[in-house]
């Protein structure tokens, strides 16, 4: 989710705490491959070149973004209101908002593929393939999706049929983005899905790759490897199901 595209006061955040990194060499692992998901998703670096926003509905999504980078979360994460806009209607909502300053990691995110104003523009970012299940599990934190729903239907027999469908579902407004991850995605894992595009309105278009249940539930299984990893617990719950190890 791009900064302030849920109606966020932008003004509010140049007044926030920062929290202030220490200096250190970044180097991947998968906790941080885990944090560059959400930060690609539902974070902005700030014009300022020093700052990282993060942003999000989930607190405890926050909670485990500080908690890998050894931040205190109950000084800096901090409510923030917002307005989602459903069909016809204004809907607020409560979100939260965490601010962190260090000019060294902002430097090496630039360095993989982030930049300000992300949104339309992201593209490639630089990802060791051992760590990309755990980067695509924060982007899927972030701005993907993992639904599932009974499907009822008759057939000529006229009797009454129940399956259970699942889907993944990637989402962005950058093409280019997306169209990387599709092909990164089949490279490693050898499942395609189904690029459209789902919404254009003023200008304004937003991508979608949706994949099969079978190719979902290859996918899941390949981004929750084992128990306990860093993940938004609400979405693993969906998954959990369909995981082998259970």
Same mark, same amino acid.
């Given at each position: ?75 800096? @994460? ?11 209607? @204004? ?13 060294? *990691? ?26 990309? /299940? ?6 899927? &934190? ?8 009974? &499907? ?53 278009? @937003? ?9 979902? @539930? ?11 990893? /860093? ?10 199901? *369909?995981?082998?190890?259970?």
């Amino acid at each position: 989710m791009p900064f302030g595209a849920c109606g966020f006061n932008s003004h509010l955040w140049h007044n926030m705490p920062a929290h202030k990194l220490p200096n250190r060499n970044f180097r991947f692992n998968k906790n941080l491959a885990y944090v560059i998901g959400l930060i690609v998703t539902d974070g902005s670096l700030s014009s300022s070149r020093r700052h990282i926003i993060m942003t999000s509905a989930d607190k405890d999504q926050l909670e485990t973004f500080c908690s890998i980078l050894k931040i205190s979360p109950s000084k800096y @994460i901090k409510p923030q209101a917002s307005s989602g806009f459903t069909k016809n209607k @204004i809907k607020s909502k409560q979100a939260y908002k965490i601010q962190i300053g260090n000019k060294q *990691f902002y430097n090496w995110l630039l360095t993989i593929g982030l930049k300000p104003n992300k949104t339309k523009t992201l593209k490639s970012i630089k990802i060791p393939d051992k760590f990309f /299940p755990d980067f695509l599990r924060g982007w899927i &934190d972030g701005d993907g999706s993992i639904f599932t729903y009974i &499907d009822n239907y008759t057939t000529y027999k006229n009797k009454t049929y129940q399956n259970l469908r699942l889907y993944v579902q990637l989402v962005s407004a950058s093409k280019s983005h997306l169209k990387w991850l599709q092909t990164t995605i089949k490279r490693l894992i050898n499942i395609k899905g189904a690029l459209s595009l789902q919404h254009a309105k003023r200008n304004k278009q @937003i991508w979608r790759i949706r994949y099969s249940k079978k190719e979902s @539930i290859k996918l899941l299984n390949w981004i929750y490897y084992q128990p306990s990893l /860093p993940c938004l617990k609400r979405k693993y719950n969906i998954a959990q199901p *369909f995981l082998v190890s259970n």
